[in-house]
């Protein structure tokens, strides 16, 4: 299990309280996205988490449709969404319901060796936020799910009704940095079985002192986002997809990685750093690239956004 401490405050302000309107999506970083991967005509792009299909749409459209984008999500009913955005690009593109963990498969099912440009935007958005049946949020009363694979086995509802005191609490400490997370443990263990996201934030409000319950940020926060990193093995999924797409750029090719906190970023900027070490790549990026003001005023979902962008040796 990583071990890493991240910003979860800056985070939290992403996934709840400045999430965009529902029923929008907005891309983050369009422009920056658009320049990192060096779009060229004829080429062959991967978008690893299509979610929606705003960057998707946003790579065919400034190539006019001469481009094949080959576009991965594990959410079925995002897909359905992104096929809507990308009607008009239908003949060159290619939508897969898997894994961005699985790029190497999904790939080599295409008969694709290589791709010249692959987008990993990891974040949740709105649309999975928004419904309650997926359980994402504490907003909203739902079931305990929080699987962006539905089709996958693992609810939050396994994880929070069959783990120990101490595994929740290695859950509530590791992925969402939560300095209750001995007491929230405790507290959750004893009141199962926990049936729905209504009880989830009940009980961690109950397990916190009352001098925590007004703050800006909702106390049950961390703890929902963290059993949904635990749910889908986000963390692990991600280091995999970064060790298959860079074996699978073209020499030239780019890697373009959007993160919202901080503890994705480390694992994005290590693996970055190793390959440019090694001599397999460049970094385009020294630095996080961040959004502009301009950027967060008319979309606040990119506030914590960080894009990073290797080049292929």
């Avoid at 008969?111 to 987008?119: E, H, N, P, V, Y």
């Avoid at 504490?138 to 305990?144: I, Q």
């Avoid at 049950?220 to 949904?228: G, P």
Wanted: charged share 30%; with cysteine; net charge neutral.
């Amino acid at each position: 299990m990583v071990k890493f401490a991240f910003d979860y405050l800056e985070y939290s302000e992403y996934t709840e309280e400045n999430m965009e309107a529902p029923g929008v999506h907005i891309p983050v970083m369009p422009d920056e996205v658009r320049e990192g991967l060096n779009l060229s005509a004829g080429a062959v792009y991967v978008d690893g988490t299509t979610g929606c299909g705003g960057h998707a749409r946003m790579i065919c459209s400034a190539l006019k449709g001469d481009v094949r984008l080959i576009g991965i999500d594990r959410d079925r009913s995002s897909l359905d969404v992104a096929r809507a955005q990308l009607a008009d690009y239908q003949d060159r593109v290619t939508l897969v319901h898997d894994d961005f963990r699985n790029i190497d498969r999904v790939l080599s099912g295409l008969a694709i060796s290589q791709a010249d440009g692959i987008l990993l935007d990891v974040g949740i958005s709105s649309f999975q936020l928004d419904n309650p049946e997926r359980g994402f949020s504490h907003r909203s009363d739902g079931p305990l799910d929080m699987r962006m694979d539905q089709e996958s086995f693992i609810s939050a509802y396994d994880l929070i009704n069959s783990l120990s005191e101490r595994e929740i609490s290695l859950i509530l400490k590791n992925y969402g940095e939560e300095r209750f997370h001995h007491r929230i443990a405790h507290f959750l263990v004893s009141r199962r079985p926990i049936q729905s996201t209504q009880e989830l934030s009940d009980i961690v409000l109950q397990a916190m002192p009352a001098r925590f319950h007004h703050q800006r940020i909702h106390p049950a926060t961390r703890t929902f986002q963290a059993f949904r990193i635990a749910v889908n093995r986000e963390l692990e999924a991600l280091e995999i997809a970064l060790d298959k797409a860079a074996n699978l750029l073209k020499p030239g090719g780019r890697m373009c990685v959007i993160s919202f906190h901080s503890l994705e970023d480390r694992i994005v900027k290590l693996k970055f750093r190793a390959l440019a070490r090694d001599g397999q790549a460049e970094l385009v990026t020294k630095k996080p690239l961040r959004p502009t003001e301009e950027e967060i005023q008319r979309n606040p979902r990119s506030r914590s956004a960080r894009l990073r962008v290797l080049k292929k040796v």
